[in-house]
């Protein structure tokens, strides 16, 4: 399968975004899926989970409450609705996702994307 992460930007604090996460070459609506974070000089970070039906969803502490990640099976695609940007969420976000339910909670996930940079100002 392969991921397609788009809606990055450039936005001020307190503003919200939408990254979108288009999967292509097999349908992935048995598939676990994840975005992850990557700043500058710091590794890469979990930042929400969701499950193959949208049925569970999971997020890193310090995004909970500001971020949504939600799906559309029938359009192949996951999103991560972020509202109040603050510039430590300044990343690469990047989206994955596995066939393995496991996933969402070791963050092991198989297939990648590329990233989308988010960019935050204060």
């Known amino acids: 399968v392969q991921l397609q992460a788009s809606g990055g930007g450039l936005v001020q604090a307190g503003d919200s975004l939408r990254l979108s996460c288009e999967a292509s070459?097999?349908?992935?609506?048995?598939?676990?899926v994840g975005w992850f974070r990557q700043a500058p000089g710091k590794e890469r970070e979990f930042v929400a989970a969701i499950v193959w039906n949208g049925g569970n969803t999971y997020y890193a502490a310090s995004v909970k409450g500001r971020f949504t990640i939600s799906r559309d099976n029938a359009k192949n695609t996951v999103y991560l609705q972020m509202i109040n940007l603050k510039p430590e969420d300044t990343a690469v976000y990047y989206c994955?996702?596995?066939?393995?339910?496991?996933?969402?909670?070791?963050?092991?996930?198989?297939?990648w994307g590329q990233g989308t940079q988010v960019t935050v100002s204060s």
């Open positions: 070459g097999r349908t992935f609506d048995s598939y676990a």
């Open positions: 994955a996702a596995d066939p393995k339910i496991i996933v969402v909670f070791n963050h092991k996930f198989t297939y």
